[in-house]
């Protein structure tokens, strides 16, 4: 699926009418009656259902009074709330209003106006959110606020017009307050507000209608991919039947200090589970033995450590050399924060010739230093941070990253060439090029220590069986959401873990498969 921002949705809606001729009126024609014959199809059909239209000053709410006249139309009794006066509207919105019964049409443009009308909301089949379009950037206050709280209080269906009125379609922030919609009727693409949270949460089951966008507009729009089984399932290799482990790549996987044994084990597991041919992971000597025993399926290369439990600067010339002909190398998990680790993390990153993926203790060690991902040998660096964690490689609080993870991962992929995968609900994975993809798989079960070690494993088997860096990103975050969402299934979300998870990886692949429509021999 295809999601745009506000921006570039507007910038399509300015091209249609203004290069291809086509009326704005017509557009909104268009928008109003697929919204009505959605409700008509949900929640009727008509023959006496009452619906409550609340309607804004603007073009949301000119969609607003279309589908109150289709629903009339249709058999059904409506009433139309606008907030504001009737001067104030104007337009093609204007024109739709002036087609409407005055009687069926009251104006309450003051705080309090509507509260004298809560029987309506009460005893309502259906409230149809007009308020606000996609436009919407500041908070909600005063009337509109009211009028949001009159649309969520009674309890009815809610059928929201474009978006969700209180949320920013290109970031998915709640502005203040927001409409909770049952279902969003939304126009030619998906926005993200949609498909980031909070918004995502807002919108319900999200319906895109066809307004008529010239094929050639729609094709020049600048989007955003949003991953699902269909879309990750194009790019997902199938295997031949004479194939041999060698073909499925040799990873590395550096991790591991005392008491973070598990995030190394979780992170070679999730490697195997994940495809890869052969799996070495490099551990503290001392270590060895517990990972030997954690680590079935993989190899471990023990470096010495004089018995301190991590690995330190002088353990970059064996890691050098046990590289050399690896297909990847993960960095990072468990590692540990010590002052000689940091050392050898920074210059893993910058002499290290292998596609990296760098996580958790490997990203913290060049918190301080990002500019030496500038000076990376590697043909392609994967960073996987959480949002604490990108706060220390930004400088941003967590709260203005939460605010537009879009923007922050996309300039900081842009900045220092590498690929980002922003984690959290909807993860998003930014390109050196600037393109973004939004995840759609997952759930709050996720919320558990060892997650991410899990995603490190399978974004480096992945890239080590040959997918280019980008797709084995987005596969590699569909996957483990997949898989998280294939146990939440069985068991519920509460008490995942992520041994549970990297233990259905191969009944997600499965699940991928059949979603692309790829069938082996």
């Not at 992929?413 to 390109?431: D, E, F, M």
């Amino acid at each position: 699926m295809k999601v745009v921002s506000t921006e570039t949705m507007q910038k399509a809606e300015r091209l249609t009418i203004d290069n291809y001729r086509i009326p704005g009126q017509v557009l909104m024609e268009t928008a109003g009656r697929a919204c009505a014959a959605l409700v008509d199809a949900e929640y009727g059909p008509g023959n006496g259902k009452f619906a409550v239209v609340v309607a804004g000053k603007g073009n949301n709410g000119g969609d607003g009074y279309v589908i109150a006249r289709c629903l009339l139309q249709k058999g059904w009794i409506v009433s139309v709330f606008v907030i504001a006066e009737k001067n104030c509207i104007g337009g093609d919105a204007e024109k739709n209003l002036s087609l409407l019964d005055p009687l069926i049409v009251r104006y309450c443009p003051e705080p309090g106006d509507l509260l004298a009308f809560c029987d309506d909301f009460r005893h309502a089949s259906v409230v149809v959110d007009a308020l606000f379009g996609i436009g919407i950037t500041k908070d909600v206050s005063g009337v509109y606020a009211e009028a949001i709280a009159m649309i969520n209080s009674p309890g009815r269906p809610v059928v929201a017009v474009d978006i969700p009125s209180g949320i920013d379609a290109s970031t998915g922030r709640v502005l203040g307050v927001a409409v909770k919609a049952d279902v969003t009727v939304t126009f030619a693409f998906a926005k993200v507000g949609h498909v980031v949270y909070p918004g995502r949460t807002y919108t319900g089951k999200l319906v895109t209608a066809d307004i008529g966008l010239p094929p050639e507009v729609a094709a020049a729009a600048e989007c955003f991919d949003y991953l699902d089984s269909e879309s990750v399932g194009t790019f997902l290799k199938f295997r031949n039947r004479s194939d041999h482990k060698g073909d499925y790549g040799h990873c590395l996987i550096i991790a591991g200090s005392t008491g973070k044994t598990g995030a190394a084990a979780l992170s070679a597991n999730s490697a195997v589970r994940a495809g890869s041919g052969l799996v070495t992971l490099a551990v503290p000597a001392s270590l060895n033995p517990i990972l030997e025993v954690k680590t079935t399926e993989s190899m471990t290369f023990p470096l010495e450590d004089c018995g301190k439990g991590y690995l330190g600067e002088e353990n970059f010339a064996a890691i050098l050399q046990v590289a050399c002909g690896k297909d990847a190398v993960a960095l990072g998990p468990g590692i540990s924060g010590t002052t000689d680790t940091v050392a050898l993390v920074q210059r893993l990153v910058r002499d290290c010739p292998v596609p990296m993926v760098l996580d958790a203790d490997g990203l913290n060690a060049i918190a301080g230093n990002v500019s030496i991902l500038l000076q990376k040998k590697s043909s392609a660096i994967v960073l996987t941070p959480h949002p604490g964690e990108m706060s220390r490689l930004t400088g941003l609080s967590i709260a203005s990253i939460e605010n537009d993870r879009i923007a922050v991962a996309r300039d900081f992929a842009v900045r220092y060439a590498v690929y980002l995968v922003l984690k959290g609900a909807g993860t998003v994975i930014a390109a050196p090029d600037g393109s973004i993809a939004i995840n759609g798989s997952g759930n709050p079960g996720m919320a558990s220590g060892g997650m991410g070690d899990v995603l490190t494993g399978i974004i480096v088997s992945l890239v080590g069986q040959g997918y280019p860096a980008l797709e084995a990103c987005r596969l590699g975050v569909f996957l483990h959401g997949h898989a998280a969402d294939l146990v939440a299934r069985e068991t519920g979300e509460i008490g995942i873990t992520a041994t549970d998870v990297l233990e259905r990886l191969p009944y997600a692949y499965k699940n991928i498969r059949e979603a692309g429509n790829h069938k082996g021999d």
